[in-house]
Structure formats: C-alpha cells, structure tokens
C-alpha cells in the first residue's frame, strides 16, 4: 500500500542542501515532522480504535456472570466454542449465503450496466454515473424502509399481484425480502468500481483482438474481463463485507425466522446480555472479513 | 466513437444491455419515487390514496421529539464532520508525503475502520466507554453519561479514516514538482504546503468533509449502542418507529432526509466540477470522439 514511485520530499530537500553533513539532520527533522503531522489521527484511532478493538478480544474470552455481567476472570474458549452449536452456525451459514448471494446478483446486473454506461459516449456517461451517485449517497434506511412499505402486506406488490388476477405476493418479513433490501443497499457499491474499472480500460486491445479473428465472446472473455478484475473484485468486497454484517436491513424486512449474524451480533449485547458471546461472535466476523480484504490486496488492487 | 468497435450498434446485445440499464434504474428510482408520492398522501393508512397534502409534513414540525432527534443529529454531524476533516486531512498529509518509522503501522490503522463492519465498531465502542467511563468513576468518583459527546467521538473514529482515504487519492494524483517548485521558490515546508499544496487538494478535502457529513448523519448502528437513554439521533428515532411499522409520518421524515442527502449529492458535484473526479471513480480521460 505505500510503496510510490513518488520522490521523498524529503530526498529532495537533502539535494538541496548539498551539504553532507547537514543531509541526514533534514531527513530526521522531515520524518520527525511527518510523524508530528500524523500524531493527533493517531492518538485517536489509537484510543478510539485500537483500544475499544482489543477489549472486545479480551473480552470474547470473559465469562458471563449469573445476572449479566462481564467477570474479567477465569479466561476461557467457551465463547468461541459456543459458535459451532447448531443454532449459531445455521445463523451463520443462512448469512454467508445471503451475503454471496448478494455479491453475485449484483454482480451479475451490475456488469452489463457499468458496461452498458462505460461505452457511451462522455458526455451520456457523465449524465447516468450521477444517476448511480444520488441513490449511492443517499440515506440507507430510508431506502430499506421504502422497501417495507412496497413488499408491505398491502403495500403496492401485494396490489398489483393481486390486481394482476394471482395470489397477493406477500414477502415482508422472509429471507427473499433480506436479499431484496441488500440488493437494493449495496447495488451501487458494485457499480461505482466495476465502472471506473471498464472506464479507464483500454478498448484498442479489445479492437486488437476482434482484429485478430476473435469473436465477440472470446474477445470479452479473453480482454475486457481480465482488464475489468481489479474492480469486481473490488466491487465484490465492497458488497460482501457489509451484507455480511448488515443489521439494518434483517432487522427492518426480515422476521424472526430470519436472525442474520448483524442482529445476532445486536442481540446480544442489548437483550441477552451475554458480551463474551457477542464479543466471540463480532471477533469471528471481523476475521473473516479481514480474510477477505487479504484476498484482495494480493489480487493486485491498490486501493479501496 | 472508437469504444463501439466492439459492440456494433443497435446489435441484439447491444439492446439487451440498454435493456438491463433502464430496468436497473427503475430497480433504484422507483422506491424512491413512490416513498416521496406517498409522503404527500392525506390518508393515515399509508396504502390508501386519497388526495395530496402536506398534512404530514406540518405535523412533523410540530413533534417535539422529531424535531429534537433532528437539532441532536445536525450537532454531531457537523462537531464531527469539522473534527474528522482535520485529523483525517492530516493523516493523509503524512501518510502520503512523509516517510517516518511506524508509518506501515500507522497506515493500517487508518484502513482498518473501514474495513471493520459496522456491528462490531458498535460492539467496540460500547464496551470501550463503559470501561473507560468505570475507570474515570474511580479515579474521579464521578461518571461521565453516554449522550451526544460519546456519539461524536464515535463518529469521528469512523469518519477520519473516509476523509484520509478520499484526500490520500487526491494528494496521490497531485504533482509533487508543483511542491518542489515551490521549495525551488525559496519557500518554506508550510508556504509551499499554504499555498500551492491546500488549494490543490481542497476538492478532495470538500468531498472528504461532505462523506463524513454523509455517514453521521446515516448511521444508524454505531449511534444506537453509544447513544444512551435521551439522546437518539434523526435515523435512530425513525429506525426505533419504522420497526414497530409504516406510517405517513416516517414517510414524511424520510422524504426529508432524502432530500437533504441529495442535496448533499449537488453540493459534492459542484466541488468536483472542473477537477475531472467524480466520487471515487477515477479522473476521467480526454477523449476525441
């Protein structure tokens, strides 16, 4: 992640001195000043960050006490233990697989789109790119909430099935309706990177290749696919991390059958007060997807 | 337009994809449309038309706690917005033109809380002020309450890390010959920084500022474990009504807060014109067409 080709400033301040003995003071007094500029984020991300981290791993291997509480004594594995009960791994394996397929249908609706306004011309793409932007700015929960009224049971689907001469379509409060809403939420973080991937791709290779007797398939899958990974593997994270953790949705347009680790997680800490557990549970999630952003810098990618 | 070579015009696919677009933003727009329709319906059933009105939006200013959950969320977003915009500007600064010991460290640091997911930031942050708050008990025999200062400092520890990536990419496509030139000039470190690096970097610092503007005055998660009992913020009060279920207020305060997130959107727009960025995709190249 740090490695620029750009020259250290503080390299070129040492040149201008031409003075030996003085080169290695200026170094010293630039990083000394680079660390000075940086002290203050540090500071806080150390103490609002770093700190709270680490108590949540102290903690996950805690006992709860009989009425709720957290001894600080008697470490122990239960809490980790306890995420192989059958209920806690149907919890997160019904997540995993809401998570995936979240990334995959976005995925596949946001390539042939991103692609669709990536060959436009500049002006036209400049246009539906911020038509991307207004929903990808805009309130989350307002926008998980306007699927609550639609998938409602007299909301407008219900309706129009109805009205259409079929059986109400009925699906607030089911897993379908969890995908529907983290469809919704996270469909722009697709698009933004796959965009910007196939944007900034160059179409004469894709030219070379039809020139060279490739057809339109070959050409796809041999040259823009393998230019246009860095950002669905981008895009992927960007969807998979948060619906794998997602609270608000599950807890707006799903049921009680439908418990995703976000409100477990949730749970926890608010109803059944048992912290080790939900520590456990919220340290276990974060491995995963620190696993998933590793798998994804070595894929190539520089940046988020 | 050389990029069609590829795709023939008005090809099958080619109208497959133009297909797929429109439905996709049917699939972005329509729920937004119809929540703002419905905000305007006079019927207390939401699922009933009726006539247009703005009932709804007069009650809304009339309900004192909407109205305070609103004066609560503009506090925290702006302390935290002006806060995280500074330190997150900083880590950039230094991160990105300063090579010093622990920097690797320091920059991972950074990263992380983007990374993290929202559900454990809260988890985190709850414990984390409920023992720092027992320790300060101890020491000073008195406890400081959750509220709105424990909402901010949760927010800006999400927020600096926004603002640094956002104004790294934009030091990142900066010249650096520019600073250089400046020394050149008989500058000093802060001149040159003052006046060739600041300006240059301001669009970035803008749409870092707006983000973290954006992400307080949205979040729903970190917010509720760190709230305490009195002070909730605007999407905390709406998701504590939402989840009992749909009603024309909700709908009303919604339309609201779309608004002010596009908004948000123009105002962004505006800062990037001219710069060539958009967000976080990428400068956009010269093109003959």
Known sequence: MSEHPLPDPADTIAEMLHQPELESDAVRSE???????????????????AIPLLIVVVYSFATRSSTGLTRLTGWNIESYKRLFDPLVAEIAFRSIVLAVATTLICLAVSYPFAYYIATRTPKWRNLLIVLVLIPFWSNFLVRTYAWRIILGSDG?????????????????????AVLIGLVYG?????????????????????????????????????????????????GSILVFIPSLGAYVTPALLGGAKTTLLGDYIVSQFLAARNQPFGSALSVAVMVVMLGAVVVYFRSGAKNL | MTIAAGVRPKSPIERLLAANSWLVYAFFYAPIFLLIALSFNDNENVGVWTSASTRWYSEMFQQD???????????????????????????????????????????????????????TMAVMLLLFFAQAFNIIDGLFGSKPAFGL??????????????????????????????????????????????????????????????????????????????????????PVYVFGLVRRGVTPLINAVSTVM????????????????GTGTVAITEEEPLEET
């Open chain 2, 149 to 234: 200062g424990t909402i901010s400092l949760a927010h800006i520890a999400f927020n600096i890390s926004f603002v640094a990536v956002v104004v790294r990419a934009r030091l990142a496509q900066l010249d650096s010959s520019l600073e250089e030139a400046a020394a050149d000039l008989y500058a000093t470190r802060w001149q040159a920084f003052r006046y060739v690096t600041l300006p240059l970097i301001m669009p970035g610092v803008a749409g870092g500022a707006l983000l973290a503007l954006t992400l307080s005055l949205d979040d729903v998660v970190v917010t509720s474990f760190v709230a305490g009992p009195g002070a909730t913020t605007l």
């Open chain 2, 65 to 119: 706690d909407v109205m305070r959950a609103l004066r609560n969320s503009l506090i925290v977003a702006s302390v935290s917005t002006l806060i995280s915009t500074l330190l997150g500007t900083a880590a950039a600064i230094s991160l990105e033109r300063f090579r010093f010991r622990g920097q690797r460290v320091y920059d991972g640091l950074v990263y992380l809380p983007i990374i993290i997911p929202d559900v």
């Open chain 1, 186 to 234: 996270y469909l722009p973080f697709m698009v933004l990177p796959l965009y910007a991937a196939l944007e900034r791709m160059d179409w004469s290779l894709v030219e070379a290749a039809r020139d060279l007797y490739a057809d339109g398939w070959t050409a796809f899958r041999k040259v823009t696919w393998p230019l246009s990974r860095p950002g669905v593997i981008a």
């Open chain 1, 31 to 49: 990083s000394r000043r680079g660390v000075l500029i940086a002290l203050p984020s540090w500071i806080y991300l150390t103490l609002f960050f």
């Open chain 1, 156 to 176: 407008p689907l219900a309706q129009i099935t109805e009205w259409m001469g079929f059986e109400p379509v009925r699906l607030l409060f089911t897993n379908s």
């Open chain 2, 258 to 273: 779309l608004a002010a997130s596009m908004a948000l959107v123009l105002i962004s727009l505006f800062f990037q014109r």
